[in-house]
């Protein structure tokens, strides 16, 4: 060890070369490549600017994108016209950092750097986090690609703000450095790569919180919380300074369909010390199971590969094509492998009455030729509902519309089936189409002034039926919202005016947090109810957004009756609870797309806050399961509240609101008690059935169908006989089943 120890300080001492500078293997700037600079910061590139190679990845299911932290302070990036910076952090609401006590140095920014023909490996960057990220940050590397170790860089964030140093965003730390040359198994490592991952306090610092802490020591640690990175570099030292790298050139990403191969992509490959004839390629995939075959073609200088996808596979890969010299030397380049297979949109169960048309959008994915040779075609399951002459597209391009006219006085299911084909390609999706009958009670707020209104009339009441304005529970504050139904205080910890004040349905009820409207049957009439619909805004991520329906008969002087929240909508959401959550907001920034009813399933942040923009429609309710809203005959009351309650986080000023706009709407029929259609008795006599409806119904016509879904109502052949009062068919018992109705 000594003669060791003795060796290196002479080298050292007597060494000129050791202290010349390091190559730079790889660097990040994230910037848009030169040629294509774009001044535009929100645009950026994950490949590495020098070096080529596997791009940057986001790891631990956090989200990233592209822009720049502040404007007060900046990277070291000289860039000035065009300088990216990278963000790690939730998008659009998606992908947060871990959960406090959670997923301990797994989250953060991965960089993969194959240092063959190096050693000495180090990296610097620089490193900017929000007060709310956590404070540790863990370097780890990896020398077989797959298992990460912990290096002892520990990076603590910076909390200082400028110019505030309390409050204004915290500035970046510049120069951030790391050192690989003490792992030998770094050097010369085609496998080799590292990454920065969130840390608990405890096992950054060897005592303190089980559990991230917050950069900034007066915030709490947040998922939402942001890690931006600029100016990743790797440098080495060439351990054969006397040979050139190869050259390889870059490919772009590339979007091919499932079963199909790349066409053959060229690229060019050269070196100063080995013919071009005798460069040795290889490739890669970081998805084998996707995609591992790859044909080099091609010769000297100008080569191809193509690329097969596995069979019936879709997804992506990063393809990395290495070029290797006859001096072992070796350099590489990445492309983005996506394959997948033409699709459309989903679209979901479809609610309304015969004399509406409904015009719904779709987008067509991934579908090759050219647009305006597409084939489109529409199928309807139940022609006596929608005719597929009813089924009619408009628009261009990969934007389309489909608009389905039903059938005149029908009423009943249909399954639509749209195909889009081109090229012996489809892609099709269908979705249910339900005929309802029509609104009976509606609220529409277009009119509702920006006041502190105590309550909205009805402005939709079916004949038969009478109905209540809409109001606030006792408990629930007034507030002004133009053309909505707004509510604030709702239940929960911060409200010191309530008792008690942990937010939950119990105390919901308790406290009286809902709104409230009734419906009465007027005498003489009797109604049934199908369907409820609502529309619904918050203003902020702290407004309520646990929610349930309730009906009562008595006016709440009993305790109410749940209503589930279900429905076609609601089964293909996978929602079988009997409370639901909102969770749209228009606090916040849009994500780019928002997929239907996105909102009761997770966090959709910066919806539309215009005056005359709709909120967010809620799945329509199946009122037509719940016999007790059935064949309610007059005089008869149904008041419905919707009760809501918050979290702990729930803030007294963040409102819920019905609308804007669209207030609550019930569909059902209202008949006249006279009109109230007769009863069929089946009895069974011997090998026969016998069917009977009191004479005084006039106007009938008996009808038969095997099925009810798709039905084939016919008439039934068989004489009517009048015994007594009494209208009488007798019908054979046959094996299959038959259903009955009465039709005027
Ligand atoms: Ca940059
Ligand atoms: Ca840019
Ligand atoms: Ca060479």
Known sequence: MTMKKLLLTSLLLGSVWLYAPADVIKQWDFNTPPEEMDFLPGTGTLRPGIGGGFPAEAVGSVSNSFGQVSTVSGSSDPNSLDNTHWRLGSVGGLGGFPAQGTANKTAGAQFRVNTSGYNNIRVTWDQENSATASRYWRVQYTLNGTDWLDHDTVITANSIGSPDPDTSTPTWQLGLATDFSAVAGANNNPSFGFRFVSEFESTATGAGAEGYVANRPASTYGTAGTLWLDMITVTGDDLNPGNQWPQISAFADQTVLMDQSTAPLAFTISDAETPAGNLILSAGSSNPGLVNTFVFGGSGTDRTIVVTPEPAQQGSATITVRVTDAGGKMSETSFELTVTQPALSRIFAQATTWEEPVTIPFTVYNLPGNPATWLLAGNSSNPDAVQNSGIVFDGSGA?????????????????????????????????????????????????????????????????????????????????????????????????????????????????????????????????????????????????????????????????????????????????????????????????????????????????????????????????????????????????????????????????????????????????????????????????????????????????????????????????????????????????DSEFFRLHQ
Not at 567 to 581: A, K, M, R
Not at 686 to 708: D, H, K
Not at 726 to 735: R, W
Request: proline residues 9%; glycine residues 8%.
């Open 399 to 735: 934007e389309r519309t489909v608009t389905i006219t039903p059938v005149a006085n029908a009423v009943g299911d249909t399954t639509i089936t749209i195909t889009v084909s081109s090229g012996g390609l489809e892609a099709s999706t269908n979705f249910l189409f339900r005929l309802l009958p029509d609104f009976v009670l509606g609220f529409d707020f277009t009119d509702v002034p920006n006041e502190p209104v105590v309550s909205v009339a009805p402005t939709l009441v079916a004949e038969g039926l009478s109905a209540s304005d809409i109001v606030r529970g006792p408990s629930l504050g007034v507030t002004s919202l133009t053309r909505g139904f707004s509510g604030n205080t709702w239940n929960s910890i911060n409200n010191t005016n309530k008792s008690p004040t942990t937010a939950s349905r119990d105390n919901a009820i308790l406290t009286g947090d809902y709104f409230e409207f009734a419906i009465t049957v007027e005498p003489g009439h009797v109604a049934s109810l199908a369907t409820l619909d609502v529309w619904m805004r918050r203003s902020a991520v702290n407004a309520a957004m646990n929610f349930e329906w309730q009906y009562s008969l008595d006016g709440f002087a009993t305790p109410g009756v749940t209503i589930p929240p279900r429905g076609p909508i609601w089964e293909s959401l996978g929602l079988s609870q009997n409370t639901f959550v909102y969770l749209g907001r228009t606090s916040g920034t849009a994500p780019g797309t928002v997929a239907p009813y996105a909102w009761v399933i997770q966090d959709v942040p910066g919806r539309p806050n215009l005056t005359d923009s709709v909120g967010d429609p809620i799945p329509t309710i199946d009122l037509a399961d719940i016999p007790e809203l059935q064949n309610l005959n007059g005089p008869k009351a149904v008041t419905f509240r919707l009760y809501g309650w918050g979290n702990n986080n729930t803030v007294d000023t963040n409102t819920t609101a019905l609308g804007r706009v669209k207030g609550p709407h019930v569909r059902g029929t209202v008949l006249e008690s006279s009109a109230q259609p007769p009863s069929l008795m089946v009895v069974r006599e011997g090998n026969n059935v016998r069917i009977s409806w009191p004479v005084s119904a006039t106007g009938f016509t008996l009808e038969r169908t095997p099925s009810l879904s798709p039905f084939n109502w016919q008439n039934v052949p068989h004489p009517v006989q009048v015994v007594g009062e009494l209208n009488v068919v007798i019908v054979p018992i046959s094996a």
